[in-house]
């Protein structure tokens, strides 16, 4: 009797040693009712001991105590993992909040041939949408509007970068020359959205500007 028992406790060890059985029910059964197999029975993974003889309506019972306690398993295994994508979602959306808080529209400017005003309307959800002023090369002012499609996390994070490579494009470039760089990065992002990009360059009484529709 002893041992068919630790004949049946290796085999616990070796299913629970494969990933897909791991949260398998497993239900001894022994003809061994000794303390040391059965605590070593559990300790190698099974979720019941049966000593034989057995009444079978009780057998059954156990079955289908063990396949609900795996299922109550698996389902606390699912809501943790919800629970963290949750969170996780959550903290996105906190994120691309505090991006577009970062970049609200900086206006009035003020300089020497005029100002620029504008103004930029909470929607009440997250999206790509803003207006902003940076200041370019060479004493030069820019603004920039930037229409990302869709209402999301992903949307704020792609007008973030957007306004980030057009910043850093039109450093070394006319802005239509920036522009179309632009264009070409964003095109080769394979991203799901799309933005719509306008631009306008101030530099002393000379205004220059460039509009495109530029995937992202």
Known sequence: ??????????AVRRIRGHAGMRDVPIILLAASAGEAYVDEAFSAGADDYVVKPFDRRILLARIESAI??????AQAVKSKALAERRDQLLADFEEASRVQRT?????PRCFREGTIMGAALPCGHLGGDLITVVDGPDATTIVVLIDVSGHDAGAALVASSVLVELHNLARARPIAAAITELNRLMTASRSEHYACVGALQISGNVLGDHCGREAA
């Open 1 to 10: 009797a002893g041992q068919g028992v630790v004949a049946g406790i290796n």
């Open 68 to 73: 609900r306690a795996a299922q109550a398993r």
């Open 103 to 107: 970049q609200s529209v900086g206006l």
